[in-house]
């Protein structure tokens, strides 16, 4: 007979021995919330720094699908991100989280990396290279920016000074920073789209834009990052799972200055409460 840990401390605290046949294991659901959470982080994620979100009012935009197919994108991406409490642009804002559709995107982040785009500003050489490399038909990435928790910005006394940033001190828990998204892109293959459902696509979109997350291993079913996948695509869900909705949730609840062990933490024990929802898997 096994029994999770959640379990344990009723069982320490109940009278009499403790059936020697029992043998505690650690809880399943537990175990895969955090497998998740480990196995979709995004690959440039400082170990000391907090997981990147956005703050700012999020403004999506689409380009290369006909108006009507872009309008949908544009409104489910806007509804996820309504969704876990961001706030959203008025009609006609700039758009600072752009879902593009093109003949060949690996060509087209070459394109933006020449040209100096401000869409891939902070990006590195290596940067570029592992987002063109990426396997599958899409590719994503944020723009992000380290502001104090505060939300203030770094700033230079004068040119010969390094960038400073006044922040407070921090304790066991938060850090004295906090990392921004200023812009998410997502690259997807124009031909990846055919006889696709749309609401299936923009839910992939939203994931990876507002998380940065990506699948880094087969996913299969559960989650709507295998999506243009080589090792899950053909079972990829027509939507976010409960995976999806609780790692989003766990990521823009609470604090954005915490350290990234205990929000990995938070996240998990968010994507339990999503499954024990009874929400579609």
Do not use: H
């Not at 196995?39 to 009012?57: G, H, K, M, W």
């Not at 997502?186 to 699948?215: C, F």
């Not at 790692?247 to 990234?260: A, H, I, T, V």
Request: charged content about 25%; proline content about 6%; some cysteine.
């Amino acid at each position: 007979m096994a029994i999770s840990l959640f379990a344990l401390a009723l069982l320490q605290a109940g009278a009499g021995d403790v059936d020697p046949a029992i043998t505690v294991t650690p809880d399943a659901s537990r175990e895969t919330a955090e497998q998740f959470v480990n196995r979709i982080e995004p690959v440039s994620q400082p170990n000391d720094e907090p997981l990147a979100r956005y703050t700012d009012p999020v403004c999506v935009g689409s380009a290369g699908l006909p108006a009507e197919a872009a309008q949908v994108i544009v409104d489910r991406v806007s509804e996820v991100a309504a969704s876990v409490g961001l706030r959203t642009g008025a009609p006609g804002c700039a758009p600072n989280l752009m879902v593009v559709f093109d003949r060949d995107t690996t060509a087209a982040v070459q394109r933006l990396s020449q040209g100096r785009s401000r869409a891939v500003a902070s990006q590195s050489r290596d940067d570029i290279r592992r987002i063109a490399d990426e396997a599958g038909q899409a590719r994503a990435w944020t723009e992000v920016v380290v502001k104090s928790r505060d939300g203030d910005l770094q700033s230079q006394d004068t040119p010969n000074n390094p960038p400073s940033l006044r922040v407070s001190t921090s304790t066991r828990l938060s850090m004295p920073i906090r990392r921004d998204i200023l812009s998410a892109t997502v690259l997807i293959e124009r031909d990846a789209v055919a006889g696709r459902n749309l609401t299936q696509i923009a839910d992939y979109a939203a994931m990876r834009a507002l998380t940065g997350a990506r699948s880094r291993g087969e996913l299969g079913a559960s989650s709507i990052l295998s999506l243009f996948t080589p090792q899950g695509d053909s079972r990829a869900p027509e939507g976010l799972t409960a995976l999806d909705r609780g790692y989003l949730k766990g990521l823009y609840s609470g604090r954005g200055d915490l350290w990234p062990m205990v929000k990995r933490d938070y996240i998990a024990r968010s994507i339990l409460r999503e499954r024990l929802a009874g929400g579609p898997e």
